[in-house]
């Protein structure tokens, strides 16, 4: 696994984030449909592995292992890197809250 | 406060109707309180327009008092109050105004009370008189529903031109409302019209949803109607942003996946003239009930 510096806006390693509870989901071949805020929101099978996981909250880099070991490594091989743009995509959406932004040891 | 639609509503609506117009709609009983400049003739014109949706008695069906909508016509001169959709008060001069926004606080009003009850989805229902095998066609407003209903109704039974009410036992609660149709001569007026005058009747048997189609409409299209299947995911997406009261729902998006599931999915059909969409309804309407 990969670990490369935090850009900007996204979350880092040790973030750990939360699922928001929905008003309803639907699952169907591991994508999902989240009723949330009167709006549906279609979610990938990443992102819906993710939302499942972090039900009671979830580092970042504890979900990257949670998918590499689901999905093994992402083309690029960044599976962190991949782990932290779901991550804030689905932060961007409101589909996931921050729980805790540790620093990042390495800086 | 003074100005407010409630006051001004107050100063013109008397309290005391002088005719009550009794509907069973969309499962609720409402009473149509009318009052004001020439009340009879009004009343009358509601008897007429709505009949397929006339309670018999006054007595309401199931003991809950029923939900009133008043209906106050103006005398010429007299001013109206500011009109809001949900406001239970409708007060106009203008007869077809008054009569098309009578139809939509009625919509507003029953929807209001089925929310969390029914799956009401935006979608013109017609039904087989025998079976009840009930097809819906889910579009937004001023998209062909009306029409839809009009063409193909007649040899089948009416059930909504407007909103589709489903059970959780995929039963349909019907919504036997005036067909609302867009007039040339009256712009942003609609024509509330009695559907018995375009042949339409109410369901001799009990409806129950046998499938369900996407209307997208293109003038443009050529040849057949274009058919898509869509997968649940796709299919509720789809038909989300075409229902009423989701959030107040438990567990809604569930539920319409499993009627989904149980009427073998949903279709989007591309048509250009609403005649190209009979096999279509004649196919639906000769399902085996899955429920």
């Known amino acids: ?107 | 406060m003074k100005g407010s639609p409630d006051v001004a509503q107050r100063d013109v609506v008397p309290e005391r109707p002088e005719h009550v117009v009794g509907l069973h709609a969309l499962g609720t009983d409402v009473d149509l309180h009318v009052t004001g400049h020439d009340a009879a003739d009004l009343a009358a014109q509601l008897r007429e327009r709505w009949h397929l949706a006339l309670r018999p008695e006054r007595t309401p069906h199931d003991g809950t008092d029923p939900v009133v909508v008043r209906a106050h016509r103006l005398a010429p001169g007299d001013q109206a109050p500011p009109w809001t959709r949900g406001g239970g008060t409708v007060a106009d001069g203008d007869p077809r105004r008054l009569l098309q926004h009578l139809t939509q606080a009625v919509t507003h009003a029953v929807i209001t009370a089925r929310t969390g009850d029914l799956l009401m989805l935006h979608a013109a229902g017609l039904a087989d008189p025998v079976t009840g095998a009930t097809a819906v066609f889910v579009a937004p407003g001023n998209t062909g529903k009306t029409t839809l209903c009009r063409t193909l109704g007649p040899v089948r039974t009416y059930v909504s031109d407007e909103t589709v009410g489903i059970r959780r036992d995929g039963g349909v609660t019907p919504y036997l409302k005036p067909l609302s149709t867009r007039r040339p001569d009256w712009a942003g007026v609609k024509d509330e019209q009695a559907p018995g005058l375009v042949g339409l009747r109410a369901p001799a048997a009990d409806p129950w949803v046998a499938g369900i189609v996407v209307l997208r409409r293109d003038p443009g299209h050529r040849g057949p109607v274009g058919l898509e299947r869509l997968d649940t995911l796709d299919a509720v997406v789809a038909l989300t942003p075409e229902s009423s009261g989701f959030m107040r729902t438990d567990g809604p998006l569930r539920w319409l996946a499993d009627v989904l599931v149980r009427t073998g999915g949903a279709v989007r059909a591309t048509y250009a003239e609403v005649e190209g969409l009979e096999p279509l309804a004649a196919e639906i309407c000769a399902r085996r009930s899955p429920w």
């Open chain 1, 1 to 107: 696994m990969v670990s490369g510096p935090a850009q900007e806006g996204m979350p880092s390693a040790r973030t750990v984030v939360r699922t928001v509870p929905a008003h309803d989901e639907l699952h169907r071949d591991g994508e999902s449909l989240v009723l949330l805020d009167g709006q549906v929101r279609r979610v990938s099978v990443l992102g819906t592995l993710v939302r499942d996981r972090a039900r009671d909250g979830l580092g970042v880099a504890e979900l990257a292992e949670v998918l590499a070991e689901e999905f093994g490594p992402p083309p690029d091989g960044d599976t962190l890197g991949t782990t932290a743009q779901v991550v804030a995509t689905l932060l961007s959406v409101g589909l996931l809250e921050v729980l805790d932004d540790l620093e990042d040891p390495a800086g």
